[in-house]
């Protein structure tokens, strides 16, 4: 059993890994092997496994870095055990040991964004691409080494017409997807489910969301779109009074 994390650049440190870790060692409650991908291991826990990413992606040292590498470091070769990743900017709130039974043989298991009703199956559309898919977390097993070879094949096309993992997977894989329930994941920024969501065109007031019996809260945005004030949308402070998940 391998759960898995990513760490590059300076969006994420050494304590966001080790953070996610004391959550993992907290809630997940079989045996596992934890690792980081990441290049630059300086700080990071020394039970956690370090994994070099690799030196042909020098060329992608940019924000998109991040998204690409899962596909290279986790699906190019089939794997025999469960492997969990999780985005280093999720808080793990409860037990979280049964995520294992959603995993499908050769499929990926990925969050479905259920505070995103207005997307349910619908085909997403350029420029934005956006969908109720959400790689914040995913579970898989066996043979995945579809979701690489096509985005191999013509690597420089798709990071140009996709702005992201999840855009890309949703509209050429969508028939080997397979998607956590309702009830275990929520977002800090956008909802919790159908009738608990961000709606702009409801004129709706951003704020976070909280729900404490949810397994996992996934902190997508952090640092990366900005308000109009060229301030964060999400940043640190939306971290407050989640402390008690990961200190001892």
């Given at each position: 059993m391998n759960?898995?994390?990513?760490?590059?650049?300076?969006?994420?440190?050494y304590k966001h890994v080790n953070r996610l870790y004391k959550m993992v060692k907290k809630?997940?409650?079989?045996?596992?092997?934890?690792?980081?991908?990441?290049e630059n291991p300086y700080g990071i826990n020394k039970n956690i496994k370090i994994v070099d990413l690799p030196n042909e992606w020098e060329e992608y040292k940019n924000e998109k870095y991040p998204y690409w590498v899962k596909l290279h470091s986790f699906f190019e070769k089939p794997t025999k055990q469960i492997n969990i990743y999780f985005d280093l900017d999720i808080v793990i709130q409860n037990d979280v040991t049964h995520l294992t039974n959603y995993c499908v043989?050769?499929?990926?298991?990925?969050?479905?964004a259920?505070?995103?009703?207005?997307?349910h199956l619908k085909k997403p559309i350029a420029p934005d691409y956006d969908m109720d898919l959400n790689a914040s977390v995913m579970i898989w097993k066996g043979d995945c080494t579809w979701a690489w070879k096509k985005f191999k094949d013509n690597l420089d096309y798709y990071a140009l017409i996709y702005n992201g993992t999840d855009p890309y997977l949703y509209v050429h894989h969508f028939d080997k997807l397979n998607w956590?329930?309702?009830?275990?994941v929520y977002s800090r920024l956008y909802g919790i489910d159908k009738n608990n969501y961000y709606n702009p065109k409801?004129?709706?007031?951003?704020?976070?969301?909280?729900?404490?019996n949810y397994n996992i809260c996934i902190f997508n945005g952090w640092k990366r779109k900005k308000k109009n004030n060229g301030k964060y949308m999400l940043d640190n402070n939306a971290y407050e009074?989640?402390?008690?998940y990961w200190n001892d």
């Open positions: 759960i898995v994390c990513i760490k590059y650049g300076k969006k994420f440190s809630n997940f409650k079989k045996d596992f092997n934890f690792y980081c991908h990441t043989e050769n499929k990926i298991c990925f969050v479905k259920y505070w995103k009703p207005h997307f956590l329930p309702e009830g275990e409801n004129g709706d007031a951003k704020k976070f969301y909280y729900k404490d009074g989640f402390e008690k």
